[in-house]
C-alpha cells in the first residue's frame, strides 16, 4: 500500500481524539482520525458526557465562586510529592486551558450548560467546590449525521436524560420534583419518537456534536483503522501502521502523533499483569476497542508508565439481563435505608463516597477481610422509594430472586445466612446503624457529612438526606462488583502533552490524551467528568502544540 501524509495521526475517537481533530483542522492543518471500531465515540460517548472544568466561563457568566489559585491548591491535594505524572506544570497547564477549551466549543456552536449543584467530589478539601465545576452538552438529534449515524455508538441506556438531570430522576418515588423531572424526559423521549429525531444526551450528545463539527469542518475520519505500531525515524515518531479496512498501511505524520485510544479495560491478560486482584474485564463498562495496544505502542517506543494498577472502579450489581451501563450502582448507596458491608458483615466505607472512592476502599478492606463482592443491604423503605439498578421504586424483580442475583428475607439473620454472612454480625451492624439514624450523624464513616455525600441523597429525608433506618421487612441484599468505567494508567506525559521517557526527556513527535495517558490527580476521581475534561484539555493542547 502506498503511503498517505498529514499533518497529524489521531488514534482514537474518544473526545480526546475529537476535539484534537478539530482544534488542529481550526489551526490550519490537515489532520487524520483514525478509530479502530466500526463506529466513533469511543468510551466517551457511553459516560455520562460531562466535563470537570474549573473555573470555567460559565461560572463567571453566572457569577460562581472560582478561581485559578482554588482550583490549582484543590489538586494538589491529591497528588503526592514529587508525582512525575501530574507536575505544577501539568496542572496548571489544565487549568489555564479551561477557557480556551470552552471557547472552542462555543465557536463552533457546541451549547453548553452548567451542571448546577453538582458538587465536587471532594468539596470539604482546600480549593473544592460545592456549587460544581462541571459542564454538558444539551441534547443532540444523532439524525444530524446523516449517514455518518450509522459509524457513530449509539445512546447506550433508554432514556435521552442529561447527566445532570440524574439525581432528581432517582427521586421520582419520592417527590413531585423527581416526578416531574421524569415527566419532562419522558416527554422528550415521546416528541423525538413522534418527530423521527434520534435524541441522544450525555456522552453520546457531547461526542455527536463534537462528530458533526469535525464533519462540518471536512475533517479526515476513517474507521476500521486499527493501530498496529509507530512509525519512528531516528528516535521521532513520524507516524502510525495501521490495519485499514482490512488492509496494512502506513500514515505518515509531518507535525506527530497523538495517542487517545482509552485504556486496556477489556485486556485480560494486561489487567492480570498491571492491576490487583480480584479483577475481571468482563465487570468493566468501558467500550469493546479500550484492549490496550495503543498503550503497549507507546511503551515499545520507550514510554514510562504510571498507574497502571489503577482503573476508574465504580460498584456495579452484576445483572446480565439489563443493558450494559445500567448496572452501575452509585445514587442508590446515597440514599437512606441501605448500608454496604463486607463477608464478615461489618461496614467499611461511606456509601455516599464518590464511586472511585468506594472501589478503593473495597480493595483495601478485601486484602484482610473478603469484600469483592461487597453486599448492599436495603430495607423495604428503599425499596418502595428508590431506584435499583434497572428496579423502578417499588419492586424487585421476580427473576433476580430466582436467578440468585438478590437475596431477600423478612429477618436480618435469615438475610445473613443466605448471604453467608455471619448472622449475629450483620444484626449487630444493624443495630449500630439503626442507633445513629436516630442523630442522623454516622459517626463511623460520615455518610451524608459532605455537599456531593448529599448530592444524590434524598432531601426529603431530613436532617440527614443520606441517613434512614433498616428496619422495615422485608430486607433485600445484592452483591456488588467493582466495575469500572475504564483503565486510568497509561504513558507519563507533561504540560503539552508530549509523552515522556523514564529519564523525563519527550519522545519527539509522540502525544497522549485520556486514559491511555497517566492521571493528573493519581489514582482520585475529583469532580464529575475529571477523566474527559482532561482528555479534551490535553486532546486540544497536543493539537495545539503540534501546530506550533
Known amino acids: 500500500m502506498a503511503d498517505e501524509n498529514f499533518d497529524i495521526a489521531i488514534v482514537g475517537s474518544g473526545v480526546g481524539g475529537l476535539t484534537a481533530t478539530i482544534a488542529a483542522k481550526l489551526a490550519g492543518m490537515q489532520p487524520v482520525l483514525l478509530e479502530k471500531r466500526e463506529v466513533i465515540g469511543g468510551s466517551s460517548a457511553l459516560s455520562g458526557g460531562v466535563l470537570w472544568l474549573p473555573n470555567n466561563p460559565l461560572m463567571q457568566r453566572d457569577g460562581i465562586a472560582d478561581s485559578r489559585e482554588s482550583a490549582l491548591t484543590y489538586l494538589a491535594n491529591f497528588v503526592p510529592e514529587g508525582d512525575v505524572c501530574s507536575t505544577p506544570a501539568r496542572r496548571e497547564a489544565f487549568v489555564d486551558a479551561v477557557a480556551p477549551l470552552v471557547e472552542l466549543m462555543q465557536s463552533q456552536d457546541i451549547p453548553l450548560l452548567r451542571c448546577d449543584g453538582y458538587s465536587d467530589y471532594y468539596d470539604m478539601l482546600p480549593g473544592g467546590n460545592a456549587t460544581g465545576r462541571s459542564l454538558e452538552a444539551k441534547v443532540f438529534n444523532a439524525n444530524r449525521l446523516g449517514e455518518w449515524k450509522k459509524k457513530f455508538t449509539s445512546q447506550n441506556f433508554p432514556i435521552p436524560a442529561r447527566a445532570s438531570e440524574s439525581a432528581k430522576l432517582t427521586l421520582l418515588g419520592v417527590s413531585w420534583e423527581g416526578r416531574m423531572k421524569a415527566a419532562q424526559v419522558g416527554l422528550r423521549a415521546a416528541w423525538g419518537k413522534l418527530s423521527g429525531q434520534a435524541i441522544y444526551s450525555s456522552g453520546a450528545a457531547l461526542q455527536g456534536r463534537l462528530l458533526e463539527v469535525a464533519l462540518r469542518l471536512g475533517c479526515d475520519i476513517r474507521v476500521n483503522a486499527g493501530l498496529t505500531g509507530l512509525e519512528t525515524e531516528n528516535g521521532r515518531v513520524t507516524g502510525v501502521h495501521v490495519t485499514l479496512d482490512g488492509r496494512p498501511e502506513t500514515i505518515r505524520a509531518r507535525r506527530g502523533v497523538l495517542i487517545s485510544a482509552g485504556g486496556f479495560a477489556r485486556n485480560a491478560a494486561m489487567r492480570k499483569q498491571y492491576q490487583q486482584e480480584p479483577i475481571s474485564s468482563d465487570w468493566t463498562h468501558a467500550n469493546p476497542g479500550e484492549t490496550g495496544e495503543a498503550i503497549e505502542a507507546m511503551a515499545n517506543a520507550g514510554a514510562a508508565l504510571g498507574y497502571m494498577d489503577e482503573s476508574w472502579w465504580i460498584p456495579t450489581f452484576a445483572n446480565p439481563d439489563v443493558p450494559e451501563g445500567s448496572n452501575q450502582i452509585m445514587p442508590e448507596l446515597h440514599k437512606p435505608h441501605v448500608v454496604v458491608v463486607d463477608h464478615s458483615g461489618q461496614r467499611f466505607v461511606n456509601e455516599s ?187 486540544m493542547l497536543a493539537a495545539r502544540h503540534m501546530a506550533a
Open 353 to 539: 463516597e464518590n464511586y472511585m472512592a468506594f472501589g478503593r476502599a473495597c480493595y483495601a478492606r478485601d486484602k484482610t477481610v473478603p469484600a469483592i463482592p461487597a453486599w448492599a443491604v436495603m430495607d423495604a423503605d428503599h425499596r418502595k422509594r428508590y431506584t435499583f439498578g434497572f428496579a423502578m421504586p417499588g419492586r424487585v424483580p421476580k427473576d433476580w430472586l430466582k436467578k440468585g442475583l438478590a437475596k431477600q428475607d423478612n429477618t436480618i439473620a435469615g438475610l445473613a445466612r443466605q448471604c453467608g454472612i455471619d448472622p449475629a454480625a450483620l444484626e449487630a451492624t444493624i443495630s449500630r446503624w439503626n442507633e445513629m439514624c436516630e442523630t442522623a450523624v454516622d459517626e463511623d464513616f460520615g455518610k451524608g457529612s459532605s455537599t456531593y455525600n448529599r448530592y444524590y441523597g434524598d432531601p426529603t429525608n431530613l436532617p440527614n438526606p443520606c441517613m434512614g433506618p433498616v428496619a422495615k421487612p422485608p430486607y433485600w441484599a445484592a452483591p456488588l462488583q467493582i466495575g469500572d468505567v475504564g483503565t486510568c494508567g497509561g504513558a507519563v506525559t507533561d504540560e503539552h502533552a508530549r509523552v515522556l521517557r523514564p529519564d523525563g526527556s519527550a519522545i519527539d513527535g509522540l502525544y497522549a490524551s485520556g486514559n491511555c495517558a497517566a492521571p493528573i490527580a493519581g489514582p482520585h476521581y475529583v469532580g464529575a467528568g475529571h477523566s474527559i475534561g482532561c482528555s479534551a484539555i490535553f486532546g
